[in-house]
């Protein structure tokens, strides 16, 4: 079935600082890939997506590509704000027709003034 | 545009008691996820419908689990004779029934068995 590898945390960085958070998976087929965001104390939010290779989402400063060769989908975003501290999950959709989830174990970001 | 919206929030019971979780979808979608998330881990896929048909159990969908989308708008989940380990996040998504889209997730329900 799909899997998800994503880079182990916690995460901490200052202010200002270049984030990358690295996940690659594997999947049957052709997946759409996303990154979900979940602030503390609030519920998943779509972060970005892609849904075919090369293909750049992006969203409030953050980006990922989506990379066939490498079945990789690293978030990065130039520079972190405080209010960017949360848990961030990568997840194909495929295997199925109506797109199943399967989700990394999260990462924590922690980012300090 | 209201959400997903899901009840209750929290619940706590009594091992071998039995507990429902409701969940309204976005009301234009045609797809109902529902997943469970333990502390520290990512969201796990428990079942999925199209309107109103269960089309998709995981194998972590024990016998005491059931689910339930009877007109094709609101779902349930209920959980029989729980034990401590349903211990857990339970979270409903919903999506337009086109391809892979998007899941839109609710804020979920937070069940603890003692």
């Known amino acids: 079935g799909d899997s ?110 | 545009d209201t959400g997903v919206s899901q009840n209750p929030r929290h619940k706590i019971t009594k091992r071998g008691q039995n507990v429902t979780f409701r969940c309204d979808p976005i009301s234009e979608h045609n797809r109902l996820y529902w997943y469970r998330q333990t502390l520290g881990q990512g969201p796990e896929f428990l079942t999925y419908f199209q309107n109103e048909a269960q089309l998709e159990k995981s194998r972590l969908l024990s016998d005491r689990f059931s689910a339930e989308r009877p007109k094709g708008s609101f779902s349930t989940l209920e959980i029989q004779r729980t034990e401590q380990g349903d211990s857990a996040m339970y979270l409903c998504a919903s999506s337009l029934a086109e391809g892979l889209e998007t899941q839109y997730f609710g804020p979920g329900t937070r069940l603890l068995v003692l």
């Not at chain 1, 990358?20 to 996303?34: D, K, Q």
């Not at chain 1, 750049?56 to 690293?74: D, I, L, P, V």
């Not at chain 1, 520079?79 to 109506?98: E, H, I, K, L």
Request: aromatic share 12%; glycine share 10%; charged share 15%.
């Open chain 1, 4 to 113: 998800v590898t994503q880079m182990e945390g916690p995460v901490t960085l200052s202010e200002e600082a270049f984030l990358t958070i690295n996940c690659t998976y594997t999947a049957t087929g052709y997946p759409s890939l996303f990154w979900y965001v979940q602030y503390p104390g609030e519920g998943l939010q779509l972060l970005l997506k892609a849904t075919k290779a090369d293909d750049k989402g992006s969203n409030k400063g953050f980006e990922a590509t989506y990379r066939k060769e490498t079945t990789s989908f690293h978030l990065e975003k130039g520079s972190v704000q405080v209010s960017d501290s949360a848990v961030y999950f990568c997840a194909p959709s495929g295997g199925t027709s109506y797109g199943k989830l399967t989700f990394g174990q999260g990462t924590i970001l922690t980012v300090h003034p």
